[in-house]
């Protein structure tokens, strides 16, 4: 069996451009699923209570709804919904957003409510005010516990862009295809995808758990 | 804009034909993964260096990698290597069987080195070998832990069949899709396929809460 | 190491454990730096001394938790077992009792004692059940055979535990500061249960805190200090009489008047 890797230098700017868009759309969709999951803890934990039911429900629907459902009905369905068009990577980010944001809920919620009571209690006999015990003694802890998951989440969110291939993002997965389509060396073309995606991976999880382990004691009360 | 959504009682014998393929998908991956999972996690624990090394290379690898890489990887480049032509619905299948495999042996491995060593000791002191003190005293209480993370791993899975869709194998999404390639319908069908899903794994979902809770384990 | 072994009330018995300069090191540091020991049949010997001192080091060595890097460890005139299967033959006749109790969770109090005669010994289901009962019977807690060990307090899992050591029918008993996790309530009840043995004859070997006991019950003590023995002999001796320094020491900052 005679490989020929020439294919990949020979696009090799279309490939890394992929790449780009691959980290860029991850990093975008992270970080505002991030944001998102934070309000929408807060909102659960200390807001009104009759918001709770709804955001509960949405986050139970993302936990049943596969990404790429999300992301295919998000680039098809809603622009007849809404009356709008959009691009696929507005679409992709959208979706990936919405769908990561109810995992990132998750994560805050638990490790807000992972924090001993007991902390909130000497906080409270100091004579704190309560919004002045979230940011100054259960988020800072909260924070270090949810590290972890984080990280777990950033690697998802990493993987999950691939799928927004199917609706014609262009990014890594979408161009490899692309290639592979164009040179008939699928071997070649997906091996080199697969390098690039673990080379992308596996320094996120090891990171995370590295800097998890120096930084483990600050959360632990 | 106007809706029809007579169109998914129309073809509801294929959406339901497809969700059996998706529950078939899922069940039979399982079916692999667990017996696969405890045998690599088994590698990793118990077996000799090189064994071992690349039993850990193995979850290392298809944690890191998307799975929807790792189904067109199938596609295309087991048939070239393996030499065998593997219909779609098996490739998707193996596809699955080796990502789901890799998050078994992972849970497995952390579930059994989360007994305490002293509860190994308390065994041995009694005289039992080692493979004895596996048997009777930790995967007993492994088992216990590992549950919970197994009942998620199983809703991701399902969630996960989806992925096959795109070497054309005919479970749920793959039909919606084709339905609303064939009649237009786009709304109807992607919004018929969410809300079909939703039913699906709401429950699951539920389900595996349930079943976390009343396996907590507190040290 | 003191002249008094003429002293030593029950020499005359067999050795059951006999430790020659051991040794055992953890990389650089020397957990054992040359221990000599004798155990005879039916004797209590309680070793004492601070923290780290390598009491517990030494009884893991005994039944081979540990591997020692040098000296002799004898039990019952052979050298302790190299190799897995002669090892294990030996640990059938050890019974072990950790200071964290180390009860199976997934098995009933009764489960628990049954467990090592089953397995090991082979025994029949309904021989083993009977002497497990007799065992519950014999550390006061027949009632609850059927408990999980979650549902019990600390001196009734140590108990179990000790129950469960029992059922193999050992040749010595060796407890790894048995009341050292537990309430004070509940001390008094293992070490009347541990009293009842030693009474009955049963070889022990018992590494503790428990200063009374060594001194109401053990027949010898050696005192340890940086992985050695600085003094040993009766308990008249050592705790009303103490020859070293160190001992002195050790004892005064425990409280006990000498």
Same mark, same amino acid.
């Given at each position: 069996?005679?490989?020929?890797?020439?294919?990949?230098?020979?696009? #090799?700017?279309?490939?890394?451009?992929?790449?780009?868009?691959?980290?860029?759309?991850?990093?975008? !969709?992270?970080?505002?699923?991030?944001?998102?999951?934070?309000?929408?803890?807060?909102?659960?934990?200390?807001?009104?209570?009759?918001?709770?039911? *709804?955001?509960?429900?949405?986050?139970?629907?993302?936990?049943?709804?596969?990404?790429?459902?999300?992301?295919? #009905?998000?680039?098809? *369905?809603?622009?007849?919904?809404?009356?709008?068009?959009?691009?696929?990577?507005?679409?992709?980010?959208?979706?990936?957003?919405?769908?990561?944001?109810?995992?990132?809920?998750?994560?805050?919620?638990?490790?807000?409510?992972?924090?001993?009571?007991?902390?909130?209690?000497?906080?409270?006999?100091?004579?704190?005010?309560?919004?002045?015990?979230?940011?100054?003694?259960?988020?800072?802890? *909260?924070?270090?516990?949810?590290?972890?998951?984080?990280? !777990?989440?950033?690697?998802?969110?990493?993987?999950?862009?691939?799928?927004?291939?199917?609706?014609?993002?262009?990014?890594?997965?979408?161009?490899?295809?692309?290639?592979?389509?164009?040179?008939?060396?699928?071997?070649?073309?997906?091996?080199?995808?697969?390098?690039?995606?673990?080379?992308?991976?596996?320094?996120?999880?090891?990171?995370?758990?590295?800097?998890?382990?120096?930084?483990?004691?600050?959360?632990? !009360? | 804009?106007?809706?029809?959504?007579?169109?998914?009682?129309?073809?509801?014998?294929?959406?339901?034909?497809?969700?059996?393929?998706? =529950?078939?998908?899922?069940?039979?991956?399982?079916?692999?993964?667990?017996?696969?999972?405890?045998?690599?996690?088994?590698?990793?624990?118990?077996?000799?260096?090189?064994?071992?090394?690349?039993?850990?290379?193995?979850?290392?690898? =298809?944690?890191?990698?998307?799975?929807?890489?790792?189904?067109?990887?199938?596609?295309?480049?087991?048939?070239?290597?393996?030499?065998?032509?593997?219909?779609?619905?098996?490739?998707?299948?193996?596809?699955?069987?080796?990502?789901?495999?890799?998050?078994?042996?992972?849970?497995?491995?952390?579930?059994?080195?989360?007994?305490?060593?002293?509860?190994?000791?308390?065994?041995?002191?009694?005289?039992?070998?080692?493979?004895?003190?596996?048997?009777?005293?930790?995967?007993?209480?492994?088992?216990?832990?590992?549950?919970?993370?197994?009942?998620?791993?199983?809703?991701?899975? =399902?969630?996960?069949?989806?992925?096959?869709?795109?070497?054309?194998?005919?479970?749920?999404?793959?039909?919606?899709?084709?339905?609303?390639?064939?009649? =237009?319908?786009?709304?109807?069908?992607?919004?018929?396929?969410?809300?079909?899903?939703?039913?699906?794994?709401?429950?699951?979902?539920?389900?595996?809460?349930?079943?976390?809770?009343?396996?907590?384990?507190?040290? | 190491?003191?002249?008094?072994?003429?002293?030593?009330?029950?020499?005359? &018995?067999?050795?059951?454990?006999?430790?020659?300069?051991?040794?055992?090191?953890?990389?650089?540091?020397?957990?054992?730096? &040359?221990?000599?020991?004798?155990?005879?049949?039916?004797?209590?010997?309680?070793?004492?001394?601070?923290?780290?001192?390598?009491?517990?080091?030494?009884?893991?060595?005994?039944?081979?938790? $540990?591997?020692?890097?040098?000296?002799?460890?004898?039990?019952?005139?052979?050298?302790?077992?190299?190799?897995?299967?002669?090892?294990?033959?030996?640990?059938?006749?050890?019974?072990?009792?950790?200071?964290?109790?180390?009860?199976?969770?997934?098995?009933?109090?009764?489960?628990?004692?049954?467990?090592?005669?089953?397995?090991?010994?082979?025994? @029949?289901?309904?021989?083993?059940?009977?002497?497990?009962?007799?065992?519950?019977?014999?550390?006061?807690?027949?009632?609850?055979?059927?408990?999980?060990?979650?549902?019990? /307090? @600390? &001196?009734?899992?140590?108990?179990?535990?000790?129950?469960?050591?029992?059922?193999?029918?050992?040749?010595?008993?060796?407890?790894?500061?048995?009341? /050292?996790?537990?309430?004070?309530?509940?001390?008094?009840?293992?070490?009347?249960?541990?009293?009842?043995?030693?009474?009955?004859?049963?070889?022990?070997?018992?590494?503790?805190?428990?200063? /009374?006991?060594?001194?109401? +019950?053990?027949?010898?003590?050696?005192?340890?200090?940086?992985?050695?023995? +600085?003094?040993? @002999?009766?308990? $008249?001796?050592?705790?009303?009489?103490?020859?070293?320094?160190?001992?002195?020491?050790?004892? /005064?900052?425990?409280?006990?008047?000498?």
């Amino acid at each position: 069996m005679h490989l020929d890797y020439s294919v990949i230098t020979a696009n #090799w700017r279309f490939l890394a451009d992929g790449v780009g868009i691959t980290v860029l759309l991850a990093l975008a !969709s992270g970080a505002a699923s991030l944001i998102a999951g934070f309000v929408l803890a807060l909102l659960r934990l200390r807001g009104p209570r009759w918001l709770r039911p *709804a955001i509960v429900f949405y986050i139970d629907s993302m936990r049943s709804i596969p990404v790429l459902v999300v992301l295919v #009905w998000t680039f098809f *369905a809603l622009p007849i919904v809404a009356g709008v068009t959009m691009s696929p990577f507005t679409a992709g980010l959208i979706g990936l957003t919405v769908h990561l944001a109810a995992y990132a809920a998750e994560i805050v919620r638990a490790g807000i409510e992972s924090v001993r009571p007991g902390q909130t209690r000497a906080a409270l006999a100091l004579g704190m005010s309560h919004p002045q015990i979230l940011r100054r003694v259960v988020l800072p802890q *909260a924070l270090v516990r949810m590290l972890p998951a984080f990280g !777990s989440l950033l690697s998802v969110t990493i993987k999950d862009t691939a799928i927004a291939s199917v609706i014609a993002v262009p990014e890594l997965m979408r161009r490899a295809e692309t290639v592979a389509g164009q040179s008939f060396q699928p071997i070649e073309v997906y091996t080199f995808a697969m390098l690039v995606y673990f080379v992308l991976l596996y320094p996120v999880t090891r990171g995370v758990d590295r800097f998890y382990r120096r930084v483990a004691h600050l959360g632990r !009360s | 804009m106007t809706l029809d959504w007579s169109v998914v009682w129309q073809y509801r014998a294929a959406l339901a034909e497809g969700t059996a393929t998706t =529950f078939l998908l899922t069940i039979a991956t399982m079916a692999i993964a667990l017996p696969c999972g405890i045998v690599v996690a088994g590698l990793r624990l118990y077996g000799a260096a090189p064994l071992r090394a690349l039993a850990t290379g193995y979850v290392e690898l =298809f944690r890191n990698l998307p799975l929807i890489l790792v189904v067109y990887w199938a596609f295309y480049v087991l048939p070239i290597l393996t030499g065998l032509g593997l219909s779609a619905l098996a490739t998707g299948l193996a596809a699955l069987s080796l990502n789901v495999t890799a998050y078994n042996a992972e849970t497995f491995r952390a579930g059994i080195n989360s007994i305490r060593r002293g509860q190994v000791e308390a065994a041995l002191a009694l005289g039992m070998t080692r493979t004895q003190a596996l048997r009777r005293i930790v995967l007993p209480q492994a088992l216990r832990r590992v549950l919970p993370v197994l009942a998620s791993t199983w809703v991701s899975l =399902f969630k996960d069949t989806s992925l096959v869709s795109v070497i054309a194998v005919t479970e749920l999404a793959y039909v919606s899709m084709q339905v609303r390639a064939q009649t =237009f319908r786009v709304l109807e069908m992607l919004t018929a396929m969410a809300v079909i899903y939703w039913l699906l794994g709401y429950p699951q979902a539920k389900l595996v809460d349930w079943i976390q809770r009343r396996y907590a384990v507190s040290e | 190491m003191s002249a008094n072994v003429d002293l030593r009330a029950k020499a005359s &018995g067999p050795s059951v454990v006999r430790y020659l300069d051991v040794v055992k090191r953890y990389g650089s540091f020397t957990a054992l730096a &040359g221990v000599s020991l004798d155990v005879h049949a039916g004797e209590v010997v309680c070793l004492i001394g601070p923290s780290g001192s390598g009491k517990s080091t030494l009884l893991r060595c005994t039944n081979g938790l $540990e591997t020692i890097d040098g000296g002799e460890i004898e039990f019952e005139g052979a050298r302790l077992g190299r190799d897995e299967r002669t090892l294990r033959a030996m640990r059938q006749r050890m019974g072990m009792v950790f200071q964290n109790f180390e009860l199976f969770p997934h098995l009933t109090a009764e489960q628990n004692v049954a467990e090592g005669p089953r397995t090991v010994l082979r025994t @029949g289901l309904a021989e083993a059940k009977r002497r497990a009962a007799a065992m519950l019977t014999k550390v006061g807690l027949a009632d609850k055979a059927a408990s999980y060990p979650s549902a019990l /307090s @600390g &001196g009734q899992q140590q108990r179990v535990a000790i129950a469960r050591a029992l059922a193999m029918e050992p040749d010595v008993m060796l407890f790894d500061e048995p009341t /050292s996790a537990l309430d004070p309530e509940t001390i008094g009840e293992v070490l009347n249960v541990m009293k009842v043995l030693a009474d009955e004859g049963m070889t022990m070997l018992v590494v503790t805190h428990e200063m /009374s006991f060594a001194r109401r +019950v053990g027949d010898w003590v050696a005192v340890f200090d940086a992985g050695r023995i +600085v003094e040993e @002999g009766p308990p $008249e001796q050592i705790f009303d009489r103490p020859a070293t320094p160190r001992t002195r020491d050790f004892l /005064s900052h425990l409280g006990w008047d000498a």
